[in-house]
């Protein structure tokens, strides 16, 4: 079953809305009212045995059932081709954290240490924060570069495929980079812009950026 076909199965599983994924796809009682669509939907099976790994593509939506008792390691990643994905998350998780803690505003956090405490909670509900992901895009970067400097030197035909690989990598990530700077860019000023003059005497320095 091809990725297109899979893809295409998920807006089955969602209500009649277009918005919830069904909770629970092996339940005997579906509300066919709710989810019109769920009996179209064509499952693919594939049991896991000890010690197997199994690589779910991003935007395929999938259940686990765990047969017996169970330990499960998993591992999310991203790469060049959907980063875009991987910053349009990060940008509305930011954004729900601002509007939770907008209150603390009430009572003096504003400024540089509301968008410092508001990249705290980021970091700990998502593992990742503005800053992180700006030293972790830098760092990849890097890297490709490197590799790309091997792939010109390597004639092949292979290694000028990979290298073509490489520059749309770095293609993206210098378009995310661009884009963090100017976000990280924005934020500060707004929340500068909202200190009294002689108020707040904030400095702030972020943990990985020279």
Known sequence: MSNAV???QEPKLKDRFGHIVIPDVTATMIDKENYPHFHEAKPLYVVQETGDAIFVPSGWYHQVRNMEDTI?????WFNGYNI????????????????????????GLVGRDFVDQCQRVMLANTGINYAEFRELLYVKSNEVLSQREYCKNDKNKDSTTGEMDLVIQLGHVREILLQLD???????????????EGGLDVTYNWKYVQ
Do not use: Q
Request: proline share 0%; hydrophobic share 45%; charged share 30%.
């Open 182 to 196: 100017a976000a990280l860019d924005t934020i500060y000023d707004a929340e500068d812009a909202n200190v009294d």
């Open 6 to 8: 899979i893809v295409e």
């Open 72 to 76: 499960s390691i998993n591992h999310n």
């Open 84 to 107: 875009c994905e991987v910053w349009g998350f990060l940008k509305r998780e930011y954004a729900a954290v601002e509007h939770e803690l907008e209150h603390l505003k009430d009572i």
